[in-house]
């Protein structure tokens, strides 16, 4: 019973997480694709070039990285949030900050031509040609938002860099998955491995379905 | 008026569509033509001010479009409309899309519905006002993207192959329109293969190949042209 209210917490609180940072993330990085899919020029395409080439960035550096900046001797130490949900949701939504922008800004450019230069020789003004095309990729714009959330729920590096795993605070699937098995408890790590299985399945399955709709 | 100043335009990948370009639209319909790649529709969208040149200037009504702030800009860019070579369909029903440029120019929605309908049964496309973009062929596309475009009642009508997709009946209800718009004072700039309609409609035609402007001349000179080819295959 103890271990099945665990497992319940573990999925909720890694569900939380990982949907604030897919949420954070998109709010900074939708935009950013939005403006970078309006432009020509060649600042543009070294922008999308680095983004493109950071989707591999390993999770740990990301981690290491975060962890140099929040550490009490570190520029934002002060802010006190190493080791809480808030420097893994901060992790978490800077390493798939380039996996949203190089998607959205693929199918951001392609609807250029389609739909915002359209709108705005219809008499759109720049907000209203943004929204407009905003809508008309709403279903790509989904898929992308649920494959950064499922990269986010998959990670370990930031997690257990950051978040320290502490046992009813920031454990989450995959920095409980690594404890449960170097601790021989098989069991325990084949039932979270289980679950995180069955909600990435189920996120694929949603993507698949979206994406047959869209065509 | 609008004016193009030594325009040239290259694409980000290094691609020359437009090389050192000057002209007014001041005909009622200016005609452009050329073979495909020959700068027509980069022309039209520099013309519509969608494409910042890359050097020269675009005046509308002397004024200089790219310096302008943004409020200006989009005011100058509501006289002007363009129409794509394959039209594009927002989600949602064709009165919908009509509705559009009247929507995002702040009219009250009956208005903008009452407006949309006007116009469509003008066009004898009131049929089609309840479907969406899957539901309609290539040539109710046209027409829709057609409608769309008038309805806000532009000063300049940019259109990119207008009467590729249509068939005899639906070119003449498009061309009779044309006609009536002239007659209201709006200017049209046409992008087209079709050298009947060139002749048929223009007074002016401006002849692109690689970028340049190879010649302008009047659409009697074309029409003595289509003449002579008909006369030299009859003789044959």
Request: aromatic share 8%; glycine share 6%; net charge positive.
């Amino acid at each position: 019973m103890v271990l099945s209210s665990e497992v319940l917490e573990i999925t909720i609180r890694s569900l939380m997480i990982s949907s604030t940072a897919t949420i954070l993330s998109s709010s900074w990085s939708i935009p950013l694709s939005l403006r970078l899919s309006s432009s020509h020029s060649k600042l543009t395409n070294l922008i999308v070039s680095i983004f493109n080439a950071l989707i591999g960035l390993p999770t740990v550096i990301v981690g290491l990285f975060l962890y140099m900046l929040l550490s009490r001797t570190g520029p934002l130490g002060f802010l006190q949030i190493l080791y809480t949900p808030i420097a893994i949701i901060l992790g978490e939504a800077i390493l798939i900050t380039p996996l949203i922008v190089s998607l959205a800004y693929e199918v951001f450019y392609k609807a250029r031509v389609e739909y915002w230069e359209v709108a705005l020789t219809l008499g759109a003004d720049t907000y209203q040609a943004y929204r407009t095309m905003l809508r008309e990729t709403l279903s790509d714009v989904i898929i992308i938002f649920l494959i950064a959330f499922s990269r986010a729920l998959g990670e370990l590096g930031v997690a257990l860099i950051v978040g320290g795993n502490i046992r009813g605070f920031t454990r989450v699937f995959t920095t409980t998955i690594a404890l449960e098995i170097a601790k021989g408890n098989f069991e325990f790590a084949l039932t979270l491995g289980l679950i995180l299985l069955i909600i990435i399945s189920t996120i694929t399955a949603i993507i698949r379905i979206l994406g047959v709709r869209r065509e | 008026m609008i004016e193009l100043q030594n325009v040239t335009f290259v694409y980000p990948n290094g691609i020359l569509a437009l090389d050192n370009v000057t002209l007014k639209i001041t005909d009622e319909i200016t005609i452009i033509m050329g073979a495909n790649g020959s700068g027509k529709t980069t022309l039209l969208k520099i013309l519509a001010c969608l494409y910042k040149p890359t050097r020269g200037r675009v005046l509308i009504d002397g004024r200089d479009f790219w310096v302008l702030n943004k409020k200006e800009r989009l005011k100058i860019r509501r006289k002007i409309v363009y129409i794509h070579e394959n039209p594009v369909l927002f989600r949602g029903t064709v009165l919908e899309n009509i509705m559009y440029p009247l929507i995002v120019r702040d009219h009250h929605v009956e208005e903008a519905r009452k407006k949309a309908l006007s116009i469509v049964e003008k066009l004898g496309i009131k049929h089609l006002i309840n479907r969406r973009r899957q539901e309609l062929s290539a040539g109710e596309a046209q027409l829709v993207a057609f409608a769309r475009a008038i309805v806000a009642d532009p000063e300049y009508i940019l259109m990119d192959e207008p009467t590729n997709a249509l068939d005899s009946e639906k070119r003449e209800i498009v061309e009779n329109f044309i006609i009536q718009l002239v007659k209201k004072r709006r200017k049209f700039v046409i992008a087209t293969h079709d050298r009947l309609l060139a002749a048929r409609l223009s007074s002016k035609i401006i002849e692109l190949s690689e970028g340049k402007i190879l010649r302008i001349s009047s659409s009697n000179e074309l029409l003595a042209k289509i003449k002579s080819i008909l006369f030299q295959k009859d003789e044959s």
